[in-house]
Every structure is written in structure tokens, then in C-alpha cells.
């Protein structure tokens, strides 16, 4: 009888479809994963630790950089931490601002996702740079409104720091034509691709107990078939106010967390087509004239938290009254996704960890931070 | 190794059996359900790879075609980067630039040192201006570094800076191989407050009235020979001696007339060659009419404010051109900014200036529309 060993490799820290500074070690069968282990840490660059040094407003484009796909949604959700401990109200057409925000990015972030997820298939660059040209498009916006493509600290407390351009609607009502067809394209692409098909069906199952367990949040939980978003589970900005659909997956696989994305991108489209509705009624300006933003909050802790495109964003704050917040920690979905990585690998090929990897969609920079 | 390890074999890899994960008929959701993500298969073997193939030819066939339409995802839409250059926003943010009055050559910064607290990673370092004289500080910075290499561009210094001295410049071709020429120096940030309009012209044209106003201010403060920007030293000079001059001719003294000396400067500062509202800038003769309009729409409104002088605003509404070449001419108003800084006070009915705003941004949405047209045109 022949005897076989298991073989510990790294893959790691710098593989190309490692989406960023990242190690698994592996303990493998032949070509099947008995254990992985995910170790991450190296791009740690003391984010939390030199939020504590700066002040409020200081931080803001620090959030940009944490997930730098969707600088818009950490600036949301870190705004609106603030807003809490400080007691700040938004008016009306700053949160339909910020939302119309959030929603495109949500958009960008699952067009980029995708790309890069069938990237790591063996797909390489169609899919990717259909999925990087809708992103470019609305970036395009971001950069019209804030100034900058990804950094774009366009979130204040009370507000965002100036009004939509007069340009901003009609070439938004036209990227909306543009986006049903990217989608449907996407879908004619691969939806029954056989290739895909078979790299994604059945593999990185995560069964709906162990995400829960694990507090996995984002697309990978409602992959998994809860129905869980933030966005309905606890409105916050003006959510309430829209209609729109959770989509959710039946297995757990891979293949689901791929169409969960596709749906959403659907579903963040229409709330952008009743933003648009409702925008030109919404009462006040793009920002509270009242507040401050060199912000000294009481003593008190808050935390807020935003379905951000990977999942729950949370920010915790603690004021000591001063200009500075005393303790600020990130809950960053990327990090909490990523963790059950071991479980979700443990019994696949080789070669579908990296697929497994790209469907949870992570970014470093909010893994480590 | 023992054969234990290998109890560790797998038995889920072939997955079927664990595709019948159970979902739970969601929960209550408001305005909404939860949808299940319906999975589908392929009709026939092969169907679907056909059906991707098609995407894949139609977008090669329609790459031919340049596309300009954003509702379309066809077509090429490349911009051939250098020799074309996508127009940039207003708000478009790069580093951070100091500025200085075209007319005078002083700095507007006061060394108030808002920009120095915000910036996050601590870039801006400055020093203020001190009297020669008497030693005290004055509103005035002597030196000002900006490190552009550890910048992130976030903006803030230009949204707190009460006098709107400190701006995001568009320019972002600041690639060298030479890295300490990235820690930026006052004369290397000093743009004259016409490029800063060029640039940026309704945001300028919403702080161009409280920015000359503070300006005026510290301007008394200052001594001298103190924060002006140093490219523009002998310029001023020159002006001044050129004042004297005329002084000693004439007796009624006039305000200052620097601008023809200024011409010359502008022209020697690269960038702001084509920036200067009065430059010749024939190649864009849509702008230039619109500007002119700008102009006149201005005046119209000063002169319904102050009916004494009314033969100032002439020649300014003739257009910088006249000012500019005939070198003694009295009370130059030869940059539409300045002229109205230059003006006497006036004693106007309240709603004037706000009429005059309003004019003034509705000229400048005017000549952003017809710039566009042109290019449209062209293209
Ligand atoms: S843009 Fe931000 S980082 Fe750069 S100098 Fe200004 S405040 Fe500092
Ligand atoms: S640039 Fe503005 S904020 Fe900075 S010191 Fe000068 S006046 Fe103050």
C-alpha cells in the first residue's frame, strides 16, 4: 500500500490572487486542502491606534483608506458614528445625497468583485474589464462631486461637504440606462457558463449555521440564505423610505454568492431610481449649517454600523469630551468574512481556494488596517 | 508519517449531497421580501459558451467605433492619455497651492496656521512673517512647505482656510525621480489667483468677494515689502518706481498701475501663461466674449450702485486690452478682479452686490456652456 504525507505550503503573502498582502497556509492531501489557515496582519499600518491622535474630522479621510473600493461607505458609516455621539442631525437632502453615494458604490464594488472573483477562475481580464468599465463610469461621478475618484472624503458631519453639481443628475440618469444592460450582459456572459458552472457549484459551501457563528456578514451570509441587511434588519439614514429586495441564496456556494451580487447590483439600482424621484422634494441643504466639525462630543460611547458592499460596517467611539476620540474600533466585514476561510476550503482543491477567496471579496487594507 | 493522517480524507468533495442546504422563508421584511436567487442551468451543452462567445464578438465589433454615448456599454472609449486629457472637475482636488493678487503680488495667506492644525498627516509647516522693524509677528507667512510626497490630498487645508488662501490645484503630473523636490517650498506654491480661476472659476467666484476683502484688511498689517510672493518681487518694483514716476508728473495720485508690469511676469510664470483672464487667449474666442460679458454684466450692476463715477467703468468694460498697452493709463482696472477692488467704496443699496454675484455666476455658468459647446463642436 502506497503511504502519502501531508505537506504544509504557504501561498502567500504576495500571490497575485491573494487581492492584497495576505498568507494561507495550507496543509494539504495531493491536491485536496485538509487545513488552511489564514494569517494576515501585514498590512497593519495602525489605523485604529492613530485615530485616537487625530481628531474627528481627521479621521474622515482615514476611513477612505479602508476599504478603498468603497471610501463612500466607510464614510458613511464613520459619520454617522459621530453624528450619534455628538448628536448631529442630517437634513433631508444630504441623507439622500449619501445614499445616492453608498448605493453606486455598492454598485462599483460588486461590478469590481465580480470581475476579480472570475478573474481568479482562469477568466482572465474579459470579465474583469467589463466589470472595471461601469466602475470607471461612476467613479467618473464621484470624482465630479468630491474631487477624487476613490479617496473621497465627501462625508461631513451633518452633511457632505458640498452640493451635487447641476451636471451630476442627467449624467447619472444616463449611466442608469447603461446599467441594466452591463448587468444582463453579465449574466448572458456567465450566469450558465458551464466553465463557471463547474468552478462554483458546490464549492466554498458555507452552511448557514457556520456563517452565523462565525458573524459573517455582507453577500457571503445572505449567500448562505439568511436574509440579513442591515439596510432592513435596522434602517438607518432614510432606508426605510425605499423599496427594494434582499436576495439570498440556497446553498452556500460560491455560485450563490455570485448571484447574490448580481441581484443587489439590480436592487441598489432601483433605489437610486427613487432617490432620483425624491430628490429634488427633499427638504434642507447638503449640509447642517449648525454643525461643527471640529466636533467635542459629550462623554459617551456609540457604535454605527452600514451594510456596506462587503457586509457590516461598524465603527465604535468612545469620547472622553474631548477633541479626540479615546477609543475608535473598526468592525470591518472584511476581516469577520475571512475569517471562516479555513472552513469553507477545508476539503476542496487547490485550485479553488483562490476562487473560494475572490467570493468573499475582501480588501486588505480593512482586513488589517 | 503514520497512516493517521490520512483518516483526515475528505468526504464532502463530491458536493451533491451538501446542495440541499434548507432555506428558511425569510423573515418580515418592510417595503420588500427576500428573494431566492434562482439557479439556473444551461439548456443545451455548450449553449451558454456560445451565448458568452456572442457578448464577446459584439463588443469586438463595435471596439471599431469610438463611443460618446454613456447610456451605451459598446464601443471604445479610451482616452489616448497624453495627447488627449479628460476635462477635470472643478472640485478635482491634487495638492494643495498657495495663492497671491495678480495685481499686487500679495500673498493671501496670513499665516493664521488653520491649515497647519487640520492637516492629518501633518505636512504643512510654516513660519510667520515678523515687522523688520519692530520684530512683532505680522499676517504674513515668510516661509511655507508643503511636503507633497506625504500629502493626501484630502482637501481639508483648503476648506478651512478663512482667507482662502490655501486651494487644490488640478495639476497631476508631479512624477520625478528627484524626491526632495516633493517637499514644496512657498515660491513653489505660490499660483497666481487667475490660474486658481481658471481652474475653478464658480468656486472662485464664490469666494473672490470675502477673499479680496480680507485681503484688503491684512494688507494694512503688513508692512511693505511683506508677503509678497517672491516671483513677483521685481515686478512690483517696478510698479511702484513707475508710480512714483507718474507721481512726480502728474499730481492727482492714482491708484496703483502695475498691471502692464505684471504682464511681463505672467508670462514668465509657465503656468499661469494661459490662465490670466487677460492674457491674449485668442484661442478661445467663446471664452473671451463670455468673459467680456461677465465683464459687462458687472457693470452694469456698479453702475446702477454708484452713479459718481461713471466713467470708470468704461474702459474696464472695453476690455483689459486697452489697460494693458497703454502703459500710463489712469486707474487701471486691467483684470476684471481687480477692477473691482481698486473701486471706491460704494455706497450702495444693499441687494447691489448680491444682483452683481449673481450676474457674475450666471456669466460664468454662460461660458462654461458655450466651452462645452465648442468642444462638442469640434469634436
Ligand atoms: S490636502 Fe490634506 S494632507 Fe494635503 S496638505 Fe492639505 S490638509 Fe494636508
Ligand atoms: S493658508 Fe490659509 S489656513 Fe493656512 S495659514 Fe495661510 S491663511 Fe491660514
Redesign the pocket.
Known amino acids: 500500500m502506497i503511504t502519502t504525507d501531508e505537506l504544509q505550503i504557504n501561498i502567500g503573502p504576495q500571490h497575485p490572487s491573494t487581492h492584497g498582502v495576505f498568507r494561507m497556509l495550507l496543509t494539504v492531501d495531493g491536491e485536496t486542502v485538509v487545513h488552511l489557515e489564514p494569517v494576515f496582519g501585514y498590512l497593519h499600518r495602525n489605523h485604529e491606534q492613530l485615530a485616537e491622535v487625530n481628531t474627528y474630522l481627521q479621521n474622515m479621510?482615514y476611513t477612505d483608506r479602508l476599504d478603498y473600493f468603497n471610501s463612500m461607505a466607510n464614510n458613511h458609516a464613520y459619520a454617522l458614528a459621530v453624528e450619534k455621539l455628538a448628536g448631529i442631525e442630517v437634513p433631508e437632502r444630504a441623507e439622500y445625497i449619501r445614499v445616492l453615494m453608498v448605493e453606486l458604490t455598492r454598485i462599483l464594488n460588486h461590478a469590481g468583485a465580480l470581475g476579480f472573483m472570475i478573474n481568479d477562475m482562469g477568466a482572465w481580464q474579459t470579465p474583469l474589464a467589463f466589470g472595471i468599465r461601469e466602475r470607471e463610469k461612476i467613479l467618473d461621478l464621484f470624482e465630479l462631486v468630491s474631487g477624487a475618484r476613490m479617496m473621497c472624503n465627501y462625508f461631513r458631519f451633518g452633511g457632505v461637504v458640498r452640493d451635487i453639481p447641476d451636471e451630476f443628475i442627467p449624467r447619472m440618469k444616463k449611466l442608469m440606462i447603461a446599467m441594466p444592460a452591463y448587468m444582463d450582459e453579465l449574466e448572458r456572459l456567465l450566469r450558465e457558463n458551464e466553465i463557471l458552472l463547474a468552478r462554483s457549484e458546490g464549492i466554498g459551501i458555507l452552511p448557514r449555521e457556520v456563517a452565523v457563528s462565525y458573524g459573517v456578514t455582507g453577500p457571503v451570509l445572505r449567500g448562505s440564505g439568511i436574509a440579513y441587511d442591515i439596510r432592513k434588519a435596522e434602517p438607518y439614514s432614510i432606508y426605510d423610505r425605499f423599496d427594494f429586495d434582499v436576495p439570498v441564496g440556497s446553498v452556500g456556494d460560491v455560485y450563490d454568492r455570485f448571484l447574490v451580487r448580481i441581484e443587489e447590483m439590480r436592487q441598489s439600482r432601483r433605489i437610486l431610481e427613487q432617490i432620483i424621484e425624491q430628490l429634488p422634494d427633499a427638504s434642507g441643504g447638503h449640509i447642517n449649517p449648525k454643525a461643527r466639525q471640529n466636533v467635542r462630543p459629550p462623554v459617551g460611547d456609540a457604535y454605527a454600523r452600514v451594510e456596506s458592499p462587503k457586509g457590516e460596517l461598524g465603527f465604535y467611539l468612545v469620547s472622553d469630551g474631548g477633541t479626540k476620540p479615546y477609543r475608535y474600533k473598526v468592525r470591518a466585514p472584511s476581516f469577520i468574512n475571512l475569517t471562516p476561510l479555513g472552513d469553507m476550503c477545508r476539503g476542496y482543491k487547490v485550485a479553488d481556494i483562490v476562487v473560494i477567496l475572490g467570493s468573499i471579496d475582501i480588501v486588505m487594507g480593512e482586513v488589517d488596517r | 508519517m503514520s497512516n493517521d493522517t490520512l483518516t483526515h480524507s475528505v468526504t464532502f468533495t463530491e458536493a451533491p449531497a451538501a446542495l440541499t442546504v434548507v432555506v428558511d422563508p425569510t423573515p418580515q421584511i418592510a417595503r420588500g421580501s427576500a428573494v431566492i436567487v434562482e439557479r439556473r442551468r444551461p439548456k443545451a451543452a455548450g449553449w451558454s459558451l456560445l451565448q458568452g462567445l456572442g457578448v464577446v464578438v459584439d463588443h469586438w465589433r463595435k471596439s471599431f467605433r469610438k463611443l460618446d454615448d454613456p447610456t451605451q456599454i459598446a464601443g471604445t472609449f479610451t482616452t489616448e492619455y497624453p495627447e488627449e486629457r479628460l476635462p477635470l472637475p472643478e472640485a478635482y482636488?491634487n495638492?494643495?497651492i498657495l495663492l497671491f493678487d495678480d495685481a499686487t503680488g500679495h500673498e493671501l495667506c496670513t499665516s493664521c496656521f488653520q491649515?497647519q492644525r487640520?492637516?492629518?498627516?501633518?505636512?504643512?509647516h510654516m513660519t510667520q512673517a515678523k515687522d523688520p522693524e519692530t520684530g512683532k509677528p505680522v499676517p504674513a507667512v515668510s516661509e511655507f512647505i508643503?511636503e507633497y510626497d506625504?500629502?493626501?490630498?484630502?482637501?481639508?487645508?483648503?476648506e478651512v482656510c478663512p482667507f482662502d488662501a490655501?486651494k487644490?490645484d488640478h495639476d497631476f503630473e508631479l512624477s520625478t525621480a528627484n524626491h526632495p523636490s516633493l517637499t514644496v517650498h512657498k515660491a513653489g506654491l505660490l499660483r497666481p489667483v487667475s490660474y486658481y480661476q481658471s481652474i475653478a472659476p464658480t468656486f472662485w467666484a464664490e469666494a473672490e468677494a470675502s477673499a479680496y476683502k480680507k485681503l484688503e484688511a491684512n494688507k494694512k498689517r503688513r508692512p511693505a515689502s511683506i508677503g509678497i510672493a517672491p516671483q513677483m518681487i521685481e515686478q512690483v518694483k517696478a510698479a511702484h518706481e513707475l508710480r512714483d514716476d507718474q507721481q512726480e508728473a502728474d499730481s492727482p495720485p492714482a491708484p496703483v498701475a502695475i498691471a502692464p508690469a505684471l504682464d511681463a511676469g505672467r508670462a514668465a510664470t509657465p503656468a499661469t501663461a494661459s490662465a490670466a483672464p487677460a492674457a491674449s487667449d485668442g484661442d478661445l474666442p467663446t471664452d473671451k466674449a463670455a468673459r467680456l460679458a461677465a465683464i459687462r454684466a458687472r457693470n452694469e450692476a456698479k453702475k446702477a450702485a454708484e452713479q459718481a463715477a461713471p466713467a470708470q467703468a468704461q474702459p474696464a468694460a472695453e476690455g483689459a486690452a486697452t489697460a494693458l498697452t497703454t502703459p500710463d493709463a489712469p486707474l487701471t482696472d486691467a483684470l476684471p478682479a481687480a477692477s473691482e477692488r481698486t473701486a471706491p467704496p460704494a455706497p450702495a443699496t444693499p441687494d447691489a452686490p448680491l444682483d452683481e454675484k449673481a450676474a457674475r455666476l450666471a456669466a460664468i455658468r454662460a461660458r462654461n456652456a458655450a466651452k462645452k459647446a465648442a468642444q462638442a463642436e469640434e469634436e
Open positions: 479621510p | 482636488r495638492m494643495p491649515c487640520i492637516c492629518p498627516p501633518q505636512v504643512i508643503i506625504a500629502c493626501m490630498s484630502c482637501g481639508f487645508c483648503a490655501i487644490m
